[in-house]
């Protein structure tokens, strides 16, 4: 396969406007020109990222973070250059077959042989679901209408009885101490299998690499566990672990939202169901880590846990996590006592997709679950339910939601609009602390010399134009400093190969990062536009004057240090004169 050619990263930078992009990651507002949002690379709190459609770039103000579209798909997601290509490729609908885009994560020699023996282990399963020992397990799934695309689709094996992967271990040399230590097998005299005549669902990690795998019981054994879990690892931490997630992100990007299940059969059921972007938490709390693994890929939840109170509990505990993070989420109502695969056997896909489909509102989900936890008839109870509706109404911005609630909470009260209205009034929610660490803002310059303005005034007007570039290639072709004449040289190099120049284009052209971040500050330069030569002249003449005091500062040093008066009297001389060229303005 071909390697992707820079031609064709520029038709896939083109292929999709960065507001969109960065939109699907943040909120934006449209400000003059540009777009303003919270930085999501600090702590912000007052909207300091810029976003330009015209140069298809972004820029923060305070800690500096900017580039193009890919940059900001890099940065946000904590993923190489490659993988944020093929993201930007679906988003604008690029074809990418017959590329190399193949990237494998990079992982720690020490845990390699950990991440082969759960590869080794995955084989070993999917053998065996297909073999006369596997024929009671594959008649079960059969049963539960897991047919052979979905078995092949999420890897499902079995494991039968006889320490199968202990002696496999055995005979390809594995030591008894790395056996142990990928969970699989359990410490005894020679080593035993975990998971013994279980049907096997591998577990993978946001990279997609098998890192852990959950055996299912399926026959009568009223003694043993339904299900059984790999332990936590050197490579298996349930709090940074999603199923599904590897598979998910394509379908999540596609579609807009998450839908965050209870455990893998949730994401299976919907997978049938015909719905791929599902994921489960595997039987485990809501982590900061699943957190931030969620926001890198939409701002859009739909929370399907159970219908029961346990379910419904788990559910606040992840708006609570998510409060003030930017969401926007939705609580899938299921039936009490069924789950997304109970639905589906009893009901049929219609009746799943359609729970979807009619997923309450954050506030509606709240106002049901506290109102069905408080006593109406208790007092304190019902100045507690008061007391919570508000905090949470308080944060509804679109006018029409927050009156509409208000309304309802008056009614399902008694309490009269204005109580309620002068709660609002005196509620101050909490903002927690992001998740983010804190960086160390940047602080542009605000003054600069009148030759560093010439010199940033001239890069503005040559990535705008290419006879300007060419102007300043012909009568001047240096800069004073060192950065601003490489980034020159980019320019002109540049346009020997393009009649124009994308600043966002220019970013990728360009290989080193300290000089990417400098043209995005001359890019957002706010200089007028030029239709004649006379301003980059100006530019030119200031650039010179600055080289001619360089040399005059020079020659007076060696003046000092001369002890030759002749030689002196000729330095003189040759000082009055720059000083002469200077005043006139250093004009041929």
Do not use: W
Request: charged share 25%; hydrophobic share 35%; net charge negative.
């Amino acid at each position: 396969m071909a390697r992707l050619p820079r031609e064709k990263i520029q038709e896939i930078r083109q292929s999709v406007d960065i507001v969109d992009v960065i939109g699907n990651y943040i909120s934006l507002e449209r400000s003059g020109r540009n777009y303003k949002g919270l930085c999501p690379f600090h702590e912000d709190s007052n909207p300091s990222m810029s976003v330009s459609p015209e140069k298809q770039i972004y820029h923060c103000f305070v800690c500096n973070a900017g580039g193009n579209v890919f940059d900001f798909v890099v940065e946000y997601n904590k993923i190489s250059f490659i993988e944020a290509v093929k993201i930007v490729a679906d988003l604008g609908n690029v074809d990418l077959s017959g590329y190399q885009l193949e990237y494998q994560a990079p992982v720690d020699e020490h845990k390699q042989p950990l991440y082969q023996l759960q590869d080794d282990a995955l084989n070993l399963y999917s053998f065996y679901l297909f073999t006369t020992q596997g024929k009671l397990a594959k008649e079960y799934l059969a049963k539960r209408h897991l047919d052979n695309d979905v078995i092949n689709y999420f890897n499902i094996g079995y494991a039968p009885h006889g320490n199968v992967l202990t002696k496999a271990f055995k005979q390809n040399g594995i030591d008894y101490k790395t056996m142990v230590k990928t969970g699989l097998v359990v410490e005894s005299y020679e080593g035993k299998d975990l998971f013994e005549h279980r049907i096997i669902f591998p577990i993978h990690n946001n990279s997609g690499q098998v890192v852990a795998f959950s055996g299912r019981l399926f026959d009568d054994n009223p003694n043993a566990p339904k299900y059984i879990n790999s332990p936590e690892t050197e490579i298996f931490i349930k709090g940074n672990t999603l199923y599904n997630y590897h598979r998910a992100v394509k379908s999540i990007r596609q579609s807009g939202y998450v839908i965050i299940c209870e455990g893998f059969m949730d994401v299976i059921a919907y997978y049938r169901a015909g719905i791929e972007n599902a994921v489960a938490l595997m039987g485990t709390a809501f982590t900061k880590n699943h957190l931030n693994a969620i926001k890198r890929v939409t701002k859009n939840v739909y929370i399907s846990l159970d219908g029961d109170n346990a379910g419904k509990q788990a559910t606040v505990k992840i708006l609570d996590a998510m409060k003030n993070q930017g969401f926007n989420i939705k609580v899938v109502s299921l039936p009490k006592g069924q789950d997304p695969d109970e639905i589906l056997e009893i009901n049929g896909k219609e009746a799943l997709v359609s729970c979807v489909d009619n997923a309450m509102v954050e506030p509606e989900f709240l106002f049901d679950y506290y109102y069905r936890h408080t006593n109406m008839n208790n007092y304190e109870d019902k100045k507690d339910f008061i007391t919570k509706m508000v905090a949470v109404i308080s944060e509804i911005e679109n006018q029409f939601d927050h009156d509409y609630y208000v309304e309802k909470l008056a009614d399902i009260t008694g309490v009269s609009l204005n109580i309620i209205q002068n709660q609002l009034k005196n509620n101050q929610p909490i903002v927690p602390v992001e998740y983010e660490p804190r960086v160390k803002q940047y602080r542009p310059l605000s003054v600069i010399d009148k030759y560093s303005q010439a010199q940033q005034g001239l890069l503005y007007y040559m990535l705008q134009d290419k006879k300007l570039a060419k102007l300043y290639e012909l009568k001047l072709g240096f800069m004073v400093d060192k950065s601003y004449q490489l980034i020159a040289n980019y320019i002109l190099d540049y346009y020997r190969s393009n009649e124009k120049l994308n600043v966002a284009d220019f970013l990728g052209f360009v290989d080193q990062k300290q000089f990417q971040k400098t043209i995005i500050d001359i890019a957002q330069l706010d200089l007028p536009n030029i239709n004649d030569e006379d301003a980059m002249e100006d530019y030119m003449v200031l650039v010179k004057e600055k080289i001619q005091l360089e040399k005059i500062d020079y020659l007076i040093k060696l003046m000092n240090e001369s002890i030759d008066n002749g030689e002196k009297q000729e330095l003189a001389i040759e000082i009055l004169n720059l000083k002469k060229e200077v005043k006139n303005g250093c004009k041929k």
